[in-house]
């Protein structure tokens, strides 16, 4: 490594490393984030412990065959609004055709993409990435850093409603009042760019985010999955022909059925090895999703439900592919009564039974939650005393809180995924020694999904993310669009945004200690378990692996010939 | 006779007016108004009312169920919320896929249940009639969806023959036909138990009848008999009966239609209701409103055509 242009940062983990703070998969995950490239990280990994690495995710043994058609079995979503997606299954439509700056692998390592390296001020509140010179669009336009600047500043405006927003706001956005009133004769609030010169064009194939905070998980953000690359000519919109600067080229797009995209021979990056990759809609019937997959009508299954596990593993010719994540879902509750009394929600997290959940409602694959919404596959996990189930402490929290006769309440949820009913309804029953009687709201998924921010009390699906702050950022900041509980707390704010700023694993664990702490003493979460994702393909489907964020990568697929 | 028609031609208009007028109405007053719906039980009240001017859902119901017939009658369904289309494209290509279903399963399943009817009502309490009989009673008294997963673990699942799913691209190798087997093997087993015990009574009814006795002593051969004078007698209880399954068959095979991935109208009207898609489900009642009359006044035509004592 020359040292010259190596963020400080790089060393401190070095030091970190050799004295066994932190484990190999961190530090190439942490190096990576400061702008070294993972092969590099895997060395000095590897120098530093004297253990050479296992091959590592992304790197293929044999060559991959080229040519051939996959078809996968997923819902085929509107994909004419890729910034606002809050689909992961639309973002893998979209991740066919475009592409992002960074790319997080299956082994939760964030590398360059469109973005060749990065670099990161000391202080994490400046950060330049250095953009590829060899992309192009389809159309054959070169990729410049006007494309990135038009994208980033588009997904930090309130009027498209981005989730980038919620993750960014701290790092870029500041808040003010629009001057409007509403309604009630409260003044309106909005967003923009702290500064003007927020999202720098350095040169043109330069770009610098300036930052208000430090922050340090900007390459992970940035391939949170509506952070596609759009062609700024576009103004927005996508649909079938849509430029890119991705493998595919989408061809067909029949929402509710069927989504094509035929190869590009001239993508700048690995692959694409399939000339044809098919995205087919079998519906939300599971009975549906197994028999086109026993008649190969599907090749694969963009992700499989508990519920279909022991009818799939009895198909033969297929794969299992499984990946532990911080994929839940959480019962979270509003500040209206009687959940606005934090008593009366750790009376909930009293009441809950982890362990048993796990079982009943996931055949145990995964581990039991964690009632602060960070999982210990985190790397900033801190393990402190969890919850455990105390159905006395509960029913005393509910009568300290004014409710000595229990309460009565109702939880929204949704038929799909399977074990999502299941939990709910294992914990209803264990509510309900605690005096918690709790009537179930079953809505169809896309019903919840119109209600999941509105609902007083609802158990909402949460997908895996690479690090615990980005979960918080996402859910619990104030203010935060997908901030589903309305959770506001001034104290949690501030100590996210400091452990946000923190480089140093241990000093950001020690920070997330006291974040988790509040989360478990006054948060609006009950979090019953930890899933494992996985799902089945075909023998001759090659180059996939099972992404903690059921993320699917078209390029790197391939079929071998029959 | 044109009068009739006239006059029933007339009585569908009406009909279907009020329909309309009762789908718009219904999703208006069913618990919660329409903004509400969209935006959800828990939505805060400001919420509801700003959505509720910006649709206009404030003006009067009647305005607006006029307004509605208008950009009907010119041609106007409006737009999906679930496909980001206009309704009439989603409606036409998914009720065209559901009528060939339909189509191809009516064309089995009469002439099926008319011979097995026919078999089973020649001789009351033959071995012939109670095997048929069982056979029926079994097969219509299995669900749908338990027939539909079953059919598929057999003939897809464990022997490989057919395809599992009929999604109706030919991309996987397996041709629109083999896909279309098994869907309607469901459809067909399912309506057929009901068709035939119903066929299967009529002909025994009629040959009980004097002229059937008759004929048989002056020595006419049986399948004379059968063909001559027992058949189209016992075929006119049993006519609207078969006319009023294409109702079933186009509108009420959601469970068909889901279990096989099949793109059709009942999957469509399924996942309209489901995600609230109030122009798709105004637009689908009304389809399906039409067919059932259609195919009613269809049968009272055939009735008359049957049946010389009835005059219309």
């Known amino acids: 490594m020359s040292g010259t242009d190596q963020h400080p940062g790089v060393s401190e983990l070095q030091r970190q490393l050799s004295r066994k703070q932190i484990g190999r998969r961190e530090f190439v995950r942490m190096a990576a984030l400061l702008g070294v490239s993972a092969p590099a990280a895997y060395a ?129 956005l500041e808040e003010f009042e629009t001057g409007e009133v509403d309604a009630k004769g409260q003044r309106k609030k909005s967003t923009r760019l702290w500064d003007a010169n927020a999202i720098e064009r350095v040169d043109a194939y330069t770009v610098r985010l300036n930052g208000r905070t430090p922050q340090l998980a900007v390459p992970e953000n940035l391939y949170h999955y509506p952070m596609l690359i759009l062609d700024p000519e576009e103004g927005g919109k996508f649909g079938v022909g849509s430029n890119g600067t991705g493998p595919f080229e989408l061809v067909e797009n029949e929402v509710g059925r069927r989504q094509a995209f035929r190869a590009r021979r001239d993508y700048w990056g690995d692959g694409p090895y399939l000339d044809q990759l098919e995205f087919i809609d079998l519906g939300d019937d599971s009975a549906a999703a197994i028999a086109a997959l026993a008649s190969r009508q599907v090749d694969m299954l963009y992700s499989a439900d508990i519920n279909t596990l022991s009818a799939l593993e009895k198909l033969p010719g297929l794969v299992m592919h499984k990946v532990d994540t911080s994929f839940t879902a959480v019962a979270r509750m509003k500040p209206v009564k009687p959940f606005d009394d934090r008593r009366v929600r750790q009376a909930f997290r009293y009441a809950t039974d982890n362990e048993a959940v796990l079982k009943i409602a996931h055949r145990g694959l995964g581990l039991p939650g964690d009632h602060h919404h960070v999982a210990p596959i985190h790397p900033e996990y801190a393990k402190i005393d969890p919850i455990r189930r105390d159905v006395a402490k509960a029913k005393a929290l509910l009568a300290e809180a004014g409710y000595p006769d229990g309460i009565d309440v109702e939880i929204a949820c949704k038929p799909q995924p399977g074990w999502e009913p299941a939990a709910v309804q294992a914990m209803v029953e264990q509510w309900k020694e605690a005096g918690i009687r709790c009537r179930i709201n079953m809505m169809p998924a896309t019903q919840y999904w119109e209600v999941w921010t509105k609902v007083p009390f609802g158990f909402t699906t949460w997908s895996h993310r690479p690090l615990g702050v980005m979960n918080l950022a996402l859910a619990y900041r104030t203010g935060a669009p997908w901030n589903e509980s309305s959770y506001s707390n001034p104290e949690f704010d501030r100590l996210l945004a400091e452990a946000e700023g923190l480089l140093d694993v241990e000093k950001r664990r020690e920070v997330m200690a006291k974040i988790e702490g509040i989360m478990l003493d006054d948060g609006p979460i009950v979090v019953p378990v930890w899933r494992a994702l996985f799902t089945f393909a075909d023998k001759k489907v090659l180059g996939f692996q099972m992404h903690p964020s059921a993320y699917i990568h078209p390029n790197t697929l391939a079929v071998s010939p029959a | 006779m044109i009068r009739y028609l006239l006059k029933q031609l007339a009585y569908m208009a009406a009909t279907l007016l009020a329909v309309s007028f009762l789908v718009f109405a219904l999703n208006e007053f069913a618990p919660g108004d329409v903004a509400r719906k969209i935006l959800g039980a828990y939505a805060t009240q400001e919420q509801v009312d700003a959505l509720t001017a910006e649709l206009g859902l404030d003006r009067p119901l009647l305005v607006r169920y006029v307004e509605y017939l208008g950009r009907v009658f010119r041609g106007d369904l409006g737009e999906s919320l679930i496909y980001k289309a206009p309704v009439a494209d989603v409606l036409w290509d998914r009720l065209g896929n559901t009528l060939y279903l339909a189509a191809i399963a009516f064309a089995v399943v009469v002439p099926l249940s008319i011979m097995l009817g026919t078999l089973a009502g020649m001789r009351e309490g033959s071995i012939m009639d109670r095997g048929i009989s069982l056979f029926g009673v079994f097969v219509a008294s299995v669900p749908e969806f338990a027939m539909g997963v079953f059919l598929a673990s057999v003939f897809a699942v464990w022997l490989g023959w057919l395809p599992g799913t009929s999604q109706l691209t030919s991309g996987a190798g397996w041709s629109i036909a083999s896909q279309l087997v098994l869907p309607v093997a469901v459809m067909v087993l399912y309506d057929m138990g009901y068709l035939v015990a119903m066929i299967r009574a009529s002909m025994v009814e009629v040959m009980r009848q004097p002229y059937v006795r008759t004929a048989v002593l002056k020595g006419m051969s049986m399948p004379r008999v059968i063909f001559r004078h027992a058949l189209r007698n016992a075929m006119i209880a049993p006519f609207t009966v078969i006319l009023l399954q294409i109702n079933y068959l186009v509108a009420g095979v959601v469970v068909v239609e889901t279990v096989f991935a099949y793109p059709g109208f009942g999957r469509m009207m399924l996942e309209a209701a489901l995600a609230k898609d109030i122009a798709l489900i105004e637009a689908g009642a009304l389809v399906a409103v039409f067919i059932a009359m259609l195919t009613q006044f269809v049968g009272d035509i055939g009735y008359a055509a049957l049946d010389p004592r009835i005059r219309i």
């Open chain 1, 44 to 172: 000095m990994a590897s120098a530093i412990t004297g253990t050479p690495f296992a091959s590592t995710s992304f790197a293929q043994q044999t060559p991959k065959p080229r040519g051939g058609t996959l078809r996968i079995g997923m819902r085929c979503q509107d994909l004419s609004n890729p910034h606002a997606y809050s689909w992961i299954e639309a973002s893998n439509s979209g991740r066919a055709v475009l592409d992002y700056l960074t790319i997080t692998g299956p082994d939760n390592v964030t590398r360059p993409a469109l973005v060749e390296r990065w670099e990161a001020s000391p202080d994490l509140k400046t950060w330049t990435l250095h953009l590829r010179r060899d992309v192009k669009w389809r159309n054959g336009r070169q990729f410049t850093a006007d494309d990135v600047v038009w994208n980033l500043k588009r997904v930090l405006d309130p009027s498209v409603g981005s989730s980038m927003l919620g993750l960014m706001k701290g790092f870029l």
